[in-house]
């Protein structure tokens, strides 16, 4: 029992000896017993958080939307196919090893990613934010971005997720 769940049972059977288990023998029995059923415990959760992972990994490697995360200083973390392709590189591993500041970059005008950044800081959540990126090729183009800052448990910045996608600019009214 692992945690009042059943994991398994151990079964033995002896057949060339007729007489009981001593009480040492029982209390060893009882040890090897909890440590193998721990062990497939954690064997299990390890399957899970392996398929849990794999599952997230390729909802991340096939979606059809940009996706990628940033730290604070305007690199890269990690990004999926998809934003590499809306950027024009060859991979997600090329656009991280090209891009050093996505500040200076790919941001076409400074000031929508201060305001950008103004607005998270202020625990604003954005949704479809525009703004126009340069594109490995120096071509342009619009994406609608939606952004949050992550932060760890004590409530400490960690890096920006970032959702943006291919859009016409609104037209002022």
């Known amino acids: 029992l692992v945690a009042k769940k059943l994991v398994g049972v151990l079964n033995l059977n002896v057949v060339d000896r007729p007489r009981l288990f001593t009480l040492g023998q ?53 990004a999926n196919p998809a934003m590499a392709q809306i950027l024009g590189y060859e991979s997600p591993q090329d656009l991280i090893d090209s891009v050093n500041d996505i500040r200076q970059d790919l941001y076409v005008d400074s000031n929508r990613y201060a305001e950008w950044e103004g607005r998270l800081q202020r625990g604003e959540k954005l949704v479809g934010f525009e703004a126009q990126y340069r594109r490995k090729d120096q071509s342009l183009v619009w994406l609608a971005e939606s952004a949050r800052p992550v932060c760890d448990h004590r409530g400490a910045f960690v890096y920006f997720e970032r959702t943006p996608k291919r859009t016409p600019p609104t037209k002022p009214a």
């Open 26 to 78: 029982m209390k060893a029995l009882t040890i090897l017993a909890g440590t193998a059923a721990a062990a497939l415990e954690s064997a299990s959760l390890y399957t899970q958080v392996q398929k849990a992972e794999e599952s997230y990994r390729s909802i991340f490697e096939n979606a059809v939307e940009g996706i990628f995360r940033a730290g604070g200083n305007g690199r890269f973390l990690n």
